[in-house]
């Protein structure tokens, strides 16, 4: 149990226009998911975490207005990069957190990863 | 700060050699620390968290307060661990994970 998907896979899109990632904890309800980046060989910067129901609070440096994030139910959260831009080009990956989990030594599931390739 | 430091971008091994992956982190309080694991083409996993007190695969990782580490351990390693090894640390409030940059380890026959 506990896999989370992510969808789609890979995506090419055109500079200016805007792409949704879908994130979706399968076989368990997620109350918090969480939204990394990691460019190639380099390690995994966190982004922002969502808690359903509530709004997404982000890391300081990241743009709340270009990278927007719905968590509208217990098993789905999508982010959405407005305008994209070349340097928007990177895997997006996502994790989650089982509801109900309390210690803080949870741990965090994580999706395979989607690669946004912006032209 | 939060932060987590792996020294070695690359370990390479052969086969039955022991192995040891550096991990040290910052933080003022006292963290939960996490060894996560990325085999070729596959998604993040979970390998060990230092309150189990486990070994999984025969990797074991013990907290040293002092020296504030957390290094991964294996005494003889096998050409099926060669992976991308990533610490990961999580402070007292329960937030998400911090990564540090990952090693890459290489294990040759």
């Known amino acids: 149990g506990a896999v989370v998907s992510q969808h789609p896979s890979w995506v090419i899109c055109k500079s200016g226009t805007s792409v949704k990632i879908e994130c979706r904890s399968l076989?368990?309800?997620?109350?918090?998911m969480f939204w990394y980046r990691q460019f190639p060989k380099q390690s995994l910067m966190l982004m922002a975490t969502?808690?359903?129901?509530?709004?997404?609070?982000?890391e300081q440096g990241v743009e709340k207005d270009k990278f927007l994030i719905n968590h509208a139910s217990l098993t789905l959260s999508t982010l959405t990069v407005t305008s994209a831009h070349p340097e928007d080009s990177s895997f997006y990956i996502c994790?989650?957190?089982?509801?109900?989990?309390?210690?803080?030594?949870?741990?965090?599931?994580f999706g395979p990863g989607t690669r946004l390739t912006v032209t | 700060a939060q932060r987590v430091t792996q020294p070695e971008k690359l370990l390479s091994v052969f086969k039955g050699a022991p192995v040891e992956l550096k991990c040290n982190y910052s933080?003022?309080?006292?963290?939960?620390l996490f060894w996560y694991v990325q085999y070729s083409r596959q998604r993040l996993q979970l390998l060990l968290r230092h309150i189990s007190r486990e070994s999984i695969k025969g990797f074991t990782a013990d907290l040293n307060k002092g020296e504030t580490s957390f290094h991964l351990k294996k005494p003889f390693a096998q050409e099926e661990d060669s992976a991308m090894y990533y610490c990961a640390l999580r402070n007292q409030a329960g937030t998400a994970l911090i990564f540090g940059k990952g090693t890459t380890l290489s294990v040759s026959s």
């Open positions: 969502s808690n359903e129901g509530s709004k997404a609070t982000y």
């Open positions: 994790s989650a957190r089982k509801t109900g989990t309390t210690s803080f030594s949870y741990e965090q599931y």
């Open positions: 076989d368990f309800q997620a109350t918090t």
């Open positions: 933080y003022s309080g006292s963290p939960e």
